[in-house]
């Protein structure tokens, strides 16, 4: 009964929450494969050919972050953090270190399969190593061969810097990015210390895109650690 | 019985010594005379000039008077030198003669300088009297409070008091020490010899402290005792118990050395209590402190095993069909698990807070884009609710710890969807207070209001509403406590009212728009 063929490692330690994950994963048809520990978790990574990992920060062995780092070293794997609710620090660490998304505690099953396919859709796109010429959100559309925005068919007039940041966005929709990515990706420099100047542009692109900029359509913001196209 | 014995025995003592001393000033008064008359006929003999003789019982006068205490043995020793020298050297020999009006002279300017010599001698000798006196009392005084200060309790004080007090007055005294509320203890101690202390009970005076306040002589005059109190800075720490017998015959200066102890014990016993205040409120510091961590370990341990049970209870609901009677006691459970959850991480960032553990990072914040995530948490838990949002179109940045606002603003509507039926309107609006410098945020609802008895206590931690939802235990005190908390933290102010313009309650905070100049660092 199997519709997913990727194999999914779920490295938690409270034995509820991972039952509960491997409900969620079983229903939906994903094959998976269990850990409790940081150790067992690099085991199993080295011995089963895993195609996404949902990793707990709070393991009772190894760091999360160091698990991250080493998988990072020799694997593009989607990761998926799951975290409590007061690590948003640790979060975005995380994902700066180049995990893909992240959970927090608690969260419910619809969320945790929403990411998950985010998450390899991205890395199938990735290997894929061609983005479609338009890719449409909703009622946004981006033509990234023309460099054309449309909102509702209309053409959207938005300056250089806003279309690189939406053609972010759209490269990677679903997916959380970190603001320090953004600045990188957009500014070419470590801007991190200085996250107005992407505010400022970010407001200025959501008064473009948005009926109400404080109750976003397409760009949410995750407080405290950066921005999402949401693909609903 | 003791002690009256010990006071007629040192009445006697000082009547005998009185006795004595006037015979000792006899006896030197009689040898200077007599060694005076002596040397006359010595200097009759070699036929020395009259003078000499009389400068001789000069002499003899003046030692008698600095050798003797008063005046009278000095105008004794005159008179009899005067007597003597009419007697033994003027003529007639032998004989008492009245004509020779010289000798008059003699006598008179003899008296004269016997009277002033006495007056000297006395009043120098009474001047070191006195200083002997002051030194002592000065070291009794030194020593009392030299001791005093190496007193551990109260008890130690007053047995270093009355201890010195009895010493230097010779005397049983005794101390009643009074608690902390001001109120006497129910035994007093005494000291009954110089090694030996008694504990008693006090049953005397009941109303002491009304009789105290009556006083106006310094003390109370009781049956066994003269009871003087001990004014603290504020109440009254005690009584110092002169027994009645020595406290009669105490004289002016003696009264005052009492008093003067009794000021320095009175310090001690102060100092005593200001430390064991000092002690109590550290004590209740820490006490405050564990009940913080106790609180927030508790809560770290139910984050766990709630985030499994809302697991489960959705996996639950996924399994069974809606309109199956289980699927509602599975979204019950799921429901109540949510609410609990929130109420855990808020206890969490409310214990965090008090502590100064949660440091409030701030960074200038969109304002729209915090309340948008709260917004969009609020919608993603209760799809089925309408959120009214207003930001102005001008593009805001505030400095605030955004996690935490963000956290305030989901309290907030939070309470606004449990206080309001579905289709009752929610808003959130934000308006930019340019006079004041500072943004408004305004969360309002139209649901039934708070009742104005709640407002004054709405903020307060783990207050809630006992008018309204008896049997709700949907507590409203935590997260507008929290709310409370944080937003104090950002210098700013937060109010709870109801609407004016028709049902409904609104909470309206405010942030200044401006970093401290000490935050800019």
């Known amino acids: ?232 | 019985m003791g002690e009256i014995n010990n006071n007629q025995a040192i009445d006697a003592g000082h009547q005998n010594r009185n006795r004595k001393d006037t015979l000792y000033c006899l006896f030197i008064m009689m040898i200077l005379l007599i060694s005076g008359t002596a040397i006359g006929f010595v200097f009759r003999t070699v036929e020395f000039p009259e003078t000499n003789i009389v400068l001789v019982y000069l002499l003899a006068v003046l030692l008698t008077a600095r050798m003797t205490h008063g005046y009278i043995f000095g105008f004794l020793a005159c008179v009899i030198a005067t007597g003597a020298f009419n007697f033994f050297f003027a003529e007639p020999y032998l004989a008492f003669s009245v004509e020779a009006s010289n000798y008059i002279v003699t006598f008179v300017v003899m008296t004269i300088t016997a009277l002033i010599t006495s007056t000297l001698t006395s009043y120098g000798k009474q001047k070191t009297i006195e200083a002997n006196k002051r030194e002592a009392e000065t070291k009794a005084l030194y020593s009392l409070t030299h001791r005093l200060s190496g007193a551990a309790d109260m008890d130690d004080i007053a047995s270093i008091a009355i201890s010195t007090i009895s010493d230097i007055m010779s005397t049983q005294a005794a101390c009643l020490c009074f608690d902390e509320h001001g109120m006497p203890m129910s035994t007093f101690i005494q000291q009954v010899s110089s090694e030996k202390q008694i504990r008693r009970d006090y049953t005397d005076t009941p109303d002491i402290k009304c009789q105290i306040q009556k006083i106006n002589t310094g003390y109370i005059k009781g049956v066994e005792f003269y009871d003087w109190p001990i004014y603290g800075s504020e109440t009254i720490l005690g009584i110092i118990r002169i027994p009645k017998e020595r406290a009669e015959t105490m004289n002016e200066s003696q009264m005052r050395l009492l008093k003067t102890m009794i000021e320095s014990i009175a310090l001690a016993m102060d100092r005593y209590w200001s430390i064991n205040h000092r002690i109590r409120t550290n004590e209740e510091i820490m006490r405050e402190r564990y009940r913080g961590n106790l609180l927030r370990a508790i809560s770290h341990d139910l984050r766990t095993p709630l985030s499994g049970i809302i697991g489960t209870a959705e996996m639950l609901m996924h399994m069974i069909q809606r309109n199956d009677t289980l699927y509602s006691l599975a979204e019950d459970i799921y429901k109540e698990a949510l609410w609990l959850h929130s109420l855990v991480e808020n206890i969490l960032n409310l214990t965090r807070l008090q502590d100064g553990k949660l440091v409030i990072s701030k960074d200038m914040e969109a304002v729209e884009e915090v309340v948008g995530s709260a917004v969009g948490h609020i919608l993603r838990r209760y799809p089925e609710r309408e959120i009214e949002v207003s930001v102005p179109d001008e593009f805001l940045m505030v400095p605030m710890d955004a996690k935490l606002i963000e956290q305030v603003l989901i309290n907030l509507l939070e309470n606004a969807v449990k206080h309001t039926l579905p289709e009752q309107e929610i808003s959130v609006s934000v308006t930019e207070d340019k006079r004041n410098d500072c943004v408004v945020f305004t969360v309002a609802d139209r649901g039934e209001g708070i009742d104005p008895v709640d407002l004054p206590n709405i903020f307060q931690m783990f207050y809630t509403s006992n008018l309204k939802h008896a049997d709700s235990h949907y507590g409203i005190g935590l997260g507008l406590a929290i709310c409370d908390a944080i937003i104090k933290a950002h210098g700013g102010s937060i109010v709870a009212r109801n609407r004016t313009d028709g049902q409904g309650a609104m909470v309206i905070f405010k942030l200044p728009m401006e970093m401290n100049q000490n935050e800019l660092l």
């Open chain 1, 1 to 232: 009964m199997s519709y997913y063929n990727e194999y999914i490692l779920v490295v938690e330690d409270d034995i509820k929450i991972r039952n509960y994950i491997c409900y969620s994963l079983q229903t939906e048809g994903f094959r998976y494969i269990t850990a409790s520990t940081g150790q067992g978790a690099l085991k199993t990574l080295v011995s089963e050919p895993i195609d996404l990992l949902l990793l707990d920060l709070g393991l009772p062995d190894i760091d999360g972050m160091e698990i991250i780092k080493k998988i990072r070293e020799w694997s593009e794997m989607p990761i998926i953090v799951v975290s409590a609710r007061d690590q948003d620090k640790e979060k975005a660490a995380a994902l700066d270190l180049g995990a893909d998304d992240y959970l927090t505690k608690p969260f419910s099953s619809t969320e945790l399969l929403a990411r998950i396919r985010v998450a390899l859709r991205h890395f199938y796109k990735q290997g894929g190593n061609k983005t479609p010429a338009i890719i449409q959100v909703g009622g946004l559309r981006i033509d990234f061969e023309k460099r054309l925005v449309y909102l509702d068919d209309k053409e959207l007039h938005v300056t250089p810097l806003e279309y690189k940041l939406l053609s972010l966005f759209f490269k990677n929709v679903g997916k959380v990015l970190t603001t320090k990515y953004i600045l990188k990706e957009i500014w070419g420099i470590d801007y991190s210390s200085d996250t107005q100047v992407l505010r400022a542009l970010m407001a200025g692109l959501r008064r473009k895109i948005e009926k109400n900029p404080a109750k976003p359509r397409y760009i949410v913001t995750e407080v405290g650690v950066g921005y999402r196209l949401v693909d609903e």
